[in-house]
C-alpha cells in the first residue's frame, strides 16, 4: 500500500510516500516541504499548495492520502491556514477517487514513539530509525509527513476492521428495522380484521 502522509501547513507542507507492506515494514519513497511566502495572498499561497498537491498525487500515485487533522490552536489564524491546506489536499485526492483519512496528532505520535505526548524531536528519531534512513529528515514537517504515513500503514488493517465491524452493524441493524416494519404490518392488518368482524 502506497500512502502519501501530508503535513498540512501554509507556510510549510510536508509531503511523505512510503510503501507499506504486510505487518510494520515500512519504505520511504520521497519526501519535501512545499513552502509559501507569508506575505503572498492566501488565494496564491493555497494555488501553490493545491499545484503542489497535484504533482506528488501524479508522480507517485498513492493509493491512499493521509493527512494530520487539525485542532483548535490559541493562533486562530495558523489553526484555519493548516486547515485549509489540508483541505487542499484532500480535494486533489478526492478529485482522483483515492481515498482520503485524516489522523490525530496523538494517534500519529502514539503510533511511530509509543507515546501521544512525544515532542517533534522524538518523533523524528523514530522516522529516522523506522525508515532506515541515513539521516534525520529536515525541517521538522518533512518527518511529521513520513510519520503521519506510517501512522496509516500500521493503523490501516484496524481502521478497515472497524468499518467492516460497523458495516456489519449497519447491515443487522437494516435487517432488524425491515423485520420490524414487517411485523407492524402483519399485526396492523390483523388488528384491522378483527375490528371489522367485530363490527359484524
Not at 499561497?45 to 504533482?55: C, T, V
Not at 392488518?189 to 367485530?198: N, V
Request: with cysteine; hydrophobic share 45%; charged share 20%.
Amino acid at each position: 500500500m502506497r500512502v502519501l502522509g501530508v503535513d498540512p501547513g501554509l507556510t510549510r507542507c510536508g509531503f511523505g510516500v512510503v510503501d507499506g507492506s504486510n505487518g510494520r515494514v515500512v519504505r520511504p519513497i520521497a519526501v519535501d516541504v512545499v513552502r509559501t511566502p507569508p506575505d503572498m495572498a492566501l488565494g496564491s499561497r493555497l494555488l501553490l499548495i493545491s499545484d503542489a498537491a497535484e504533482l506528488w498525487i501524479e508522480q507517485h500515485k498513492p493509493q491512499v492520502v493521509a493527512i494530520e487533522r487539525v485542532f483548535a490552536q490559541h493562533n486562530v489564524s495558523t489553526a484555519m491556514g493548516t486547515a485549509q491546506a489540508g483541505g487542499i489536499v484532500a480535494v486533489a485526492a478526492a478529485r482522483r477517487g483515492i481515498p482520503v483519512f485524516f489522523h490525530t496528532p496523538s494517534e500519529v505520535k502514539a503510533a511511530v514513539t509509543g507515546s501521544g505526548n512525544a515532542d517533534k524531536a522524538q518523533v523524528t528519531a523514530m522516522v529516522t530509525r523506522i525508515l532506515n534512513l541515513k539521516e534525520a529528515p529536515k525541517p521538522a514537517d518533512a518527518a511529521d509527513a513520513l510519520a503521519i504515513a506510517i501512522c496509516h500503514c500500521w493503523r490501516a488493517p484496524m481502521i478497515e476492521r472497524l468499518a467492516k465491524a460497523e458495516a456489519m452493524a449497519a447491515e443487522q441493524m437494516r435487517k432488524y428495522q425491515a423485520k420490524l416494519a414487517e411485523t407492524t404490518r402483519v399485526e396492523a392488518g390483523r388488528a384491522e380484521i378483527t375490528k371489522k368482524a367485530g363490527s359484524r
